[in-house]
């Protein structure tokens, strides 16, 4: 079982600087910086070589070829104690953070078995639940989630909005006896049909009313079974076991119970959500990316067809050592944005330029991999074209890289709105 984590003793190095015009000295305190996991982090890394002894690569791909759930692998991790690692001790987690979850995730997806559950049902909201529900929603909710009883999904996209979230309709309006009736429609939601609850983003005051167009947006803890919910599955070309579904909502029944967090200020949660999502997925991205440059490496390094091994090739070597320097880069950014985000800190920056680059390091990896298998990459023995849609789904979904870019040119850089 995993631990909670002993904060971190850092020794503070006091420097005298000489502020030159000024009359006194300052004292600059510098907490010293370590790049170093610690022994708990290496373990929680390392953990996906563990367990993928036992639920490999083969057995992920033969549950996505069906489109069937991991529910064993799933059940393990979550005995393990990872399905509920951002979730607080007292309701079955581990109490960790989203640091130790990118590692548990980029871990798991380093031996090709990542799942989109632990993004949408650990990271987007059991994560938030803990940090944000009432008592009795953390009673409620996260003891049977983190057991790994019931799951979660996270519904905001929907068809006419896509990407202009603040375009969205779903909408509940409040009634008479201050309940709520949910109407609207969600699209590519995945694991709706599976997950026993999800959490909806909708509006309770319209764009119109709306003093900024941020405001009006409340997430509802909805049970995905509810009377006036139906759902219907997308089939896409992504290899993955979660389902995506078509989600329609036609006067849902919904109590003050069921909101998360303030009503009309959803997205003051929202951003602890979509954040810690862009940092997961980068995760996974860089994992497989890694993954797929493994097989490459042991590959290209047996495989001779003139003299010596492929691999000494530098048309083949070089394209995967930049896709290699790539992926611990954009690694390395989704680690500080991580650990932004453990320390109360704005991590949208971090985040969003850590899944910009995983998303293309893992293409690159994905692509440079493929080429040193010539034609049995394309094979199902082999395996490495069935990574490929995933990672390329990252630079569409969940947010796409142009979106990305636009927060990195007009939030970062003060650059104007192109929108
Ligand atoms: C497999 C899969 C799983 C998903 N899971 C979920 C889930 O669990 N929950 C959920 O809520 N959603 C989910 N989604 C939805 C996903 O987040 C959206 O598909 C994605 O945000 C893009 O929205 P859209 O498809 O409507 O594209 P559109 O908004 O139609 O955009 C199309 C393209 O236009 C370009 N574009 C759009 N706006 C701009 C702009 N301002 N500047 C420059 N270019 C722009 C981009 O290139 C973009 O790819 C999933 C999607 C897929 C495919």
Redesign the pocket.
């Known amino acids: 079982m995993l631990q909670r984590r002993k904060s971190a003793i850092h020794t503070p190095i006091h420097i005298l600087v000489n502020p030159g015009l000024a009359t006194s000295w300052l004292i600059l305190e510098i907490n010293s910086m370590d790049f170093r996991f610690s022994d708990e982090h290496k373990m929680i890394l390392e953990y996906g070589n563990s367990l993928a002894k036992t639920y490999d690569r083969k057995y992920w791909t033969q549950c996505a070829e069906r489109r069937a759930f991991p529910q064993e692998m799933y059940q393990q991790t979550a005995a393990d104690g990872f399905v509920g690692t951002m979730v607080p001790e007292a309701y079955g987690g581990a109490g960790l953070g989203m640091f130790e979850m990118t590692l548990f995730v980029e871990g798991l997806s380093n031996n090709g078995i990542p799942l989109?559950t632990y993004?949408?049902g650990s990271v987007m909201c059991m994560g938030p639940i803990g940090d944000y529900g009432t008592e009795e929603q953390k009673q409620r909710y996260l003891p049977d989630a983190c057991a790994g009883k019931t799951r979660f999904?996270?519904?905001?996209?929907?068809?006419d909005?896509?990407?202009?979230t603040m375009n969205a309709k779903t909408f509940a309006s409040k009634t008479k006896d201050g309940r709520y009736k949910l109407n609207g429609n969600?699209?590519?939601?995945?694991?709706?049909g599976e997950s026993d609850y999800a959490i909806v983003?909708s509006r309770t005051t319209s764009l119109a009313d709306a003093g900024k167009k941020t405001e009006g947006f409340t997430l509802f803890i909805v049970d995905t079974k509810a009377k006036g919910i139906e759902c219907q599955p997308?089939p896409?070309s992504?290899l993955?076991p979660?389902m995506?579904y078509q989600v329609f909502f036609d006067d849902v029944d919904l109590g003050p119970e069921d909101v998360l967090g303030e009503v009309d200020k959803g997205f003051n949660i929202l951003f602890e959500c979509l954040n810690p999502e862009r940092i997961i997925v980068s995760a996974i991205g860089t994992g497989l990316g890694r993954f797929a440059m493994s097989k490459a490496v042991e590959y290209a390094s047996e495989r001779t067809v003139f003299k010596g091994p492929i691999g000494a090739y530098q048309a083949l070597q070089h394209p995967l050592a930049k896709a290699k320097t790539e992926i611990e880069m954009a690694s390395l950014m989704s680690l500080k944005a991580a650990w932004l985000f453990d320390e109360g800190e704005s991590c949208a920056a971090e985040a969003n330029m850590a899944k910009y680059a995983a998303a293309e390091a893992s293409i690159h990896a994905v692509d440079a991999s493929l080429q040193c298998f010539g034609g049995n990459g394309f094979t199902k023995e082999y395996g490495i074209y069935d990574i490929y849609p995933l990672v390329r789904?990252f630079?569409?979904?969940?947010?796409?890289?142009?979106?990305v870019?636009?927060y990195i040119g007009e939030h970062v850089m003060g650059l104007p709105r192109?929108?």
């Open positions: 989109l993004v949408i999904c996270f519904a905001i996209t929907e068809a909005a896509g990407t202009n969600k699209t590519f939601i995945t694991d709706w983003v997308i896409t992504v993955v979660e995506q789904l630079k569409t979904a969940p947010l796409n890289n142009e979106m870019l636009n192109s929108y």
